[in-house]
């Protein structure tokens, strides 16, 4: 079963760090983009970055409001992408969702569950 | 703001066809996928390159394709498919993704 699971989400303080983590599980998971989708309270779907393939140099793309502040990675030997955010602000409270990418029209055809992480004092 | 537009809400009785649109100015060189979100779900992947259905999704949903407008249509509402609906393509360069705001389906 093609399956993405979120994890390390958590209460957190402003200016604080978290690392999330998405493993994967039946497709070939070196073959993919992986993307981090969040939904904050009340809000709409925001894009928050981008994991490209070895073939792609695992080049990495941030949307403009986490830029310089979040880091995604990848372990191709642990079938995992990862999410590391530093100086979290309260407008960064939202469920987190890793995302595969489908490359033929760059979709995301493949979400995990979410993984909730909440900044406040 | 978003680089992709959607009206903020859409309200049908069941039975009736929903008609959500998107534009964009990069809509006509990059492909729109369309996702269904409910509360507390992640989101579902509904249409991709345009206009396909991914195996799984009803045939009542469908996507076309006009110049700086993407539209999905929805023939036939039912009562499930009360939910936010969010279009999204890529900007000319493919590197940054583009999500329209999301549009509110009601099913009155």
Redesign the interface.
């Known amino acids: 079963e093609v399956q993405l699971v979120e994890s390390g989400g958590g209460l957190v303080q402003p200016g604080g760090s978290l690392r999330l983590s998405c493993g994967a599980s039946g497709f070939m998971f070196g073959h993919h983009y992986m993307?981090w989708?969040r939904?904050g309270p009340g809000k709409?779907?925001?894009?928050v970055g981008?994991s490209r393939t070895k073939a792609h140099y695992y080049a990495t793309?941030y949307?403009a409001s986490v830029k310089g502040r979040f880091e995604i990675s990848r372990d191709e030997s642990e079938n995992s992408a990862y999410l590391q955010m530093e100086s979290l602000q309260t407008e960064d409270t939202a469920v987190y969702?890793c995302?595969r990418v489908?490359l033929?029209?760059?979709?995301?055809?493949v979400?995990?569950?979410?993984t909730t992480v909440t900044v406040s004092s | 703001s978003f680089e992709l537009t959607q009206p903020a809400s859409v309200s049908v009785s069941p039975g009736q066809t929903a008609n959500i649109t998107c534009s964009g100015d990069t809509l006509p060189k990059?492909?729109a996928?369309w996702?269904q979100?409910k509360s507390g779900q992640?989101?579902?992947?509904l249409i991709?390159?345009d206009s396909?259905r991914?195996s799984g999704i009803p045939e009542r949903f469908s996507g076309t394709s006009s110049g700086t407008v993407v539209m999905l249509t929805i023939s036939g509402v039912q009562v499930e498919d009360e939910a936010?609906y969010?279009c999204?393509?890529?900007d000319r360069d493919?590197?940054?993704?583009l999500?329209?705001?999301?549009t509110k389906l009601s099913v009155l």
């Open positions: 993307d989708v939904q709409g779907l925001e894009w981008r793309e949307a969702y995302a489908d033929s029209g760059y979709g995301w055809d979400w995990g569950q979410g | 990059q492909y996928n996702y979100k992640a989101p579902l992947l991709h390159k396909q991914p936010d969010y999204q393509s890529t493919n590197r940054n993704v999500l329209g705001g999301g």
